[in-house]
C-alpha cells in the first residue's frame, strides 16, 4: 500500500527559502514518478514539479523555474521539494503524490495529470 506524509511547511517571508519533504512508503521512488502539487485558496490544484525514475527527467510549472528543485534520498524514501525566493503567491497547501505505474514526468506537462495516490498536505504561507 503506498503512503506519502508530507512535513516542512511553515511561515515563512516573502524572498525565505523552505524545504518541504515527503517520506512514502510501499514502493520505490527510483522506480516511480514522485510530483508535488499545491492548492491555494479559491484556486484549483496545479502540479508543482516531478521527478521521474531516472535523475534527468524533471519537471517544474513555469512559475516555479529557476526557484524550486526537486531531489530524492533513496537510503531515506524521501523526496524533497527546495523552494526559494518565495513570493506570496507560493501561498498554498503542498502534496506529493505517485500512482506506482508512472515513470516518466512527460504526464505533467499536460496540466490535467493527477495521480492516483496524495499525502495528507503541508501549509506553506508564504505571506509577510
Known amino acids: 500500500q503506498v503512503q506519502l506524509v508530507e512535513s516542512g511547511g511553515g511561515m515563512v517571508q516573502p524572498g525565505g527559502s523552505l524545504r518541504l519533504s515527503c517520506v512514502y512508503s510501499g514502493f520505490t521512488s527510483d522506480d516511480y514518478a514522485i510530483g508535488w502539487f499545491r492548492q491555494a485558496p479559491g484556486k484549483e490544484r496545479e502540479a508543482v514539479s516531478c521527478?521521474?525514475?531516472?535523475?534527468?527527467?524533471?519537471y517544474y510549472a513555469d512559475s516555479v523555474k529557476g526557484r524550486f528543485t526537486i531531489s530524492r534520498d533513496n537510503a531515506k524514501n524521501t523526496v524533497y521539494l527546495q523552494m526559494s525566493s518565495l513570493k506570496p503567491e507560493d501561498t498554498a497547501v503542498y502534496y506529493c503524490?505517485?500512482?506506482?505505474?508512472?515513470?516518466?514526468?512527460?504526464?505533467?506537462?499536460?496540466?490535467?495529470?493527477?495521480?492516483?495516490?496524495w499525502g495528507q498536505g503541508t501549509q506553506v504561507p508564504a505571506s509577510s
Open positions: 521527478l521521474g525514475s531516472w535523475a534527468d527527467n524533471t
Open positions: 503524490a505517485t500512482d506506482g505505474i508512472l515513470r516518466s514526468c512527460s504526464p505533467y506537462e499536460s496540466g490535467s495529470y493527477s495521480p492516483a495516490d
